[in-house]
């Protein structure tokens, strides 16, 4: 079909008639009726201390006024804005109270016990000589009365109050009446963005027309093309890297080959360290970047300036121990004295009459590199000494502790759930499939998903693939990665336990980690 054709044409026609309908709708809307508003909205709503009313929870930490004053044990802090997000400028005579005051703002089930009032846009400190008393400021029981403060379009002015007697969450309302025209809540923002421009209705019509048309544009332009959801390359990858990531790596390859004709991506994952390795010799700058990604458990070493990284998503790891064990926690330095050797047997930990048996990965392993990093710190593990993991390979290595190695997450795992008395770590997920043994916490934090995006445990941290150098624009690598962050691999990563980078919940994790 040829693009400058009457068809399409009409179509264009028709996308460019329906956006500007909507911005005709939102223009009337704003500017006809020029109705006057006062909006408020409560920007937080929260406790001083844990809100905990069921008497299990943590007691809560005060010092200074909050310790001291009394009436403190139910405390609440509400932030109030209260904003001209009308179409005209409201003036101190526009308020039809009969009172001196202009607006109440009323806390249900609550008491007023302190208010501060902000004002913080640069052209609008004069607003502050209107909260006074003889202009009508004040506070009684669980209302605060306002003065008829003037506000021209897009000003506003906060309260930050101080409450007892009540939950998070009670009814804020604030009343009173303008001349043509209303004071209504908007909804709920974070604090300092703006109010929503125009009504609920509108913003529908608006969203759904414009939708249509452009969809009815797009079809009549492409055709009788089907384009494929992503943009899928043929070729072919090699994934490489991480055990730990291995099952999010072989399901997500599975799925684009499905997905993407032509396309084969084999995963050979041999550990982190191997990984990169064989990255950096692939690729030169004479031979160009190879179709190969490498997942690495954390972020790997910077020495490699052709290596570059993509996040990609959050895994919790754990320290498990065989199922002969009875515990169920141990602290941070318990462990760290363990893998030093400090203790050859769990009765010095109050145990059961067990040797310590120490199954860890090899150089090769990511894992291992995050272990140490974050749960042994600038200790590492004690020396190899033993092929089975249950005897020493010398005779010289008796009264040292037994430490092992093993390849693979699946490897340790196995080891770990067979012999009494041996204690691992490895991915999460992978430990929860395993019967015959189970995970600890550590310090009291148990490791789960859902900890991932609080970054209270510790043992957790960003999985990176890395390729050599940018990938080319339209090569399987890049075609991949796409897949892997933002298409279907977050739905794997999901089903699978891990925390996807690019989500809201997930953002903050990655970005936290250098």
């Not at 020029?34 to 905990?52: C, E, L, T």
């Not at 019967?435 to 999985?463: C, N, Q, R, W």
Request: charged share 20%; glycine share 10%; aromatic share 6%.
């Amino acid at each position: 079909m040829e693009w400058l054709s009457t068809e399409n044409l009409v179509a264009i026609l028709t996308a460019l008639l329906g956006i500007a309908a909507s911005f005709a709708v939102v223009w009337y809307e704003r500017r006809v009726p020029r109705r006057r508003r006062i909006g408020y909205r409560v920007q937080m709503d929260m406790p001083v201390g844990g809100d905990d009313r069921s008497g299990q929870g943590q007691a809560d930490i005060r010092l200074g006024l909050f310790n001291d004053l009394p009436d403190m044990a139910d405390a609440t802090l509400v932030l109030l804005r209260i904003e001209n997000d009308g179409a005209e400028s409201v003036a101190d005579t526009d308020y039809t109270s009969r009172d001196l005051h202009g607006l109440t703002a009323v806390f249900a089930g609550r008491v007023v016990r302190g208010v501060a009032v902000t004002v913080t846009q640069p052209d609008a400190e004069h607003l502050m000589e209107h909260f006074t008393a003889s202009r009508g400021m004040r506070n009684s029981g669980n209302t605060i009365y306002l003065p008829r403060v003037p506000l021209n379009r897009g000003q506003h002015y906060k309260l930050l109050v101080l409450l007892t007697g009540g939950g998070v969450g009670s009814a804020v309302r604030v009343s009173g009446g303008i001349r043509d025209g209303a004071v209504a809540p908007n909804r709920s923002t974070t604090v300092d963005d703006k109010p929503p421009l125009f009504s609920q209705p509108s913003r529908l019509i608006t969203v759904l027309l414009t939708v249509c048309v452009t969809v009815l544009a797009s079809i009549i332009v492409v055709g009788d093309g089907t384009p494929q959801p992503i943009g899928c390359a043929a070729g072919n990858l090699t994934v490489n890297g991480s055990t730990a990531f291995a099952p999010v790596m072989r399901e997500v390859s599975a799925r684009y080959e499905a997905d993407c004709a032509g396309a084969t991506v084999t995963v050979d994952t041999r550990g982190s360290n191997e990984g990169l390795t064989k990255l950096a010799a692939a690729g030169s700058p004479a031979k160009g970047a190879p179709e190969m990604i490498t997942i690495y458990d954390g972020a790997g070493p910077q020495a490699n300036a052709d290596l570059l990284s993509t996040r990609v998503g959050v895994s919790a790891f754990a320290v498990v121990v065989n199922n002969d064990l009875p515990m169920k926690n141990l602290t941070t330095d318990q462990v760290r004295r363990i893998f030093r050797g400090d203790f050859l047997n769990w009765s010095q930990l109050g145990g059961p009459d067990l040797p310590i048996s120490l199954v860890s990965r090899d150089a090769d392993s990511g894992t291992r590199d995050l272990f140490r990093r974050l749960v042994l710190g600038s200790e590492g593990e004690p020396a190899f000494t033993s092929y089975d993991c249950a005897h020493q390979i010398y005779p010289q290595d008796e009264g040292r502790v037994i430490r092992c190695e093993r390849r693979s997450t699946g490897e340790v795992l196995a080891r770990v759930a067979s012999l009494p008395g041996a204690i691992g770590y490895s991915e999460l997920r992978a430990a929860l499939a395993v019967p015959g043994l189970h995970t600890v916490s550590l310090d009291g934090h148990s490791p789960s998903i859902e900890s991932l995006g609080k970054m209270s445990y510790p043992f957790a941290a960003v999985e990176f693939a890395y390729t050599y150098g940018p990938p080319r624009a339209g090569s399987l690598t890049a075609s991949f990665l796409t897949y892997l962050t933002r298409d279907i691999g977050q739905s794997v990563m999901r089903e699978q336990g891990h925390l996807p980078c690019y989500t809201p919940e997930g953002f903050r994790r990655c970005e936290d980690q250098p």
